[in-house]
């Protein structure tokens, strides 16, 4: 028996990380190899535990050489964008919580970041992820960007959620997304999801448009009968520029029903039965 555990200290948990790289170029002139002055660069990662179930992450100027590159992908007549997964150790932490039926946080759209900030984890029975960068997309301005997403238990096995995007460029353009989602589970085997959300959206000093995003999937699960439903509509003013959505200015549905028979243990058949 261990007695008299009392008054214990975790002690804190933070993990500091700074990063140096240097490089020198050089070129032929005139017969001669000349070298360039030295340049220099310093970044800065920083993990450390607010709680034992929120951890809050920063960055400087990160260094990403490291990173494994992107399996190549062949575009041959797309209409679409090419998907590739986010690998960045800095964005992939954590950002579970960004996760929805349709892709509304997609961190790679955070293309060259300057500094960072992210705080995710858990308090009480809320689930809550905010990531903030400053972009350095291009040399002209930099970008402001700010992901906050907050989810709610509701029972044993539901949840309802909230979620909110904004990119901002110094001259005032931006993109704002406000959604509302959630997953609830009746009686074990009835599940319900639901999407929606809302754009705004200004650029090039224009008006700002506007567009929506539905998304409803009901669905049943059953050893016999198993029946599921999906509808979706994206107007085609919807730009969730945080995001990644195939194709937008479209509408959905589809549903399928079957029901299911089973032989015996080691029959010739052991399951059949129709599906529409």
């Known amino acids: 028996q261990l007695l008299g555990l009392t008054d214990l200290d975790p002690g804190l948990f933070m993990e500091i990380n700074p990063v140096v790289t240097g490089s020198r170029d050089g070129s032929l002139d005139a017969g001669q ?3 360039d002055d030295p340049n220099a660069d310093f970044g800065l990662n920083l993990t450390y535990g607010i709680t034992s179930n929120v951890t809050l992450d920063g960055t400087y100027n990160p260094d990403f050489s490291q990173v ?3 399996a190549g992908q062949i575009a041959v007549n797309e209409r679409f964008a090419l998907f590739f997964q986010e690998k960045r150790p800095f964005f992939l932490e954590g950002t579970e919580i960004f996760g929805l039926p349709k892709q509304l946080v997609f961190t790679r759209t955070v293309v060259d970041p300057v500094a960072g900030a992210k705080m995710t984890g858990k308090m009480g029975s809320a689930t809550v992820g905010y990531l903030g960068a400053v972009d350095n997309i291009d040399d002209s301005s930099d970008l402001f960007v700010n992901l906050l997403r907050v989810r709610q238990d509701v029972g044993a096995a539901s949840t309802i959620g909230a979620i909110y995007t904004d990119r901002t460029r110094e001259n005032d353009d931006f993109n704002r997304v406000v959604g509302v989602d959630g997953r609830i589970v ?18 090039g000093g224009t008006e700002t448009s506007t567009g929506q995003l539905f998304y409803a999937q009901v669905s049943r699960a059953g050893r016999g009968l198993t029946f599921s439903g999906l509808f979706e509509d994206l107007s085609s003013g919807f730009l969730p520029e945080s995001g990644f959505i195939r194709r937008l200015a479209e509408a959905h549905a589809q549903t399928q029903v079957s029901y299911n028979w089973y032989g015996g243990r080691g029959s010739l058949l052991e399951r059949w039965g129709p599906s529409l």
């Open 33 to 35: 190899f000349v070298r």
């Open 68 to 70: 494994e590159a992107d």
């Open 186 to 203: 009746l009686a074990r085997r009835y599940t319900l999801q639901f999407q929606g959300a809302g754009s705004w959206d200004r650029s």
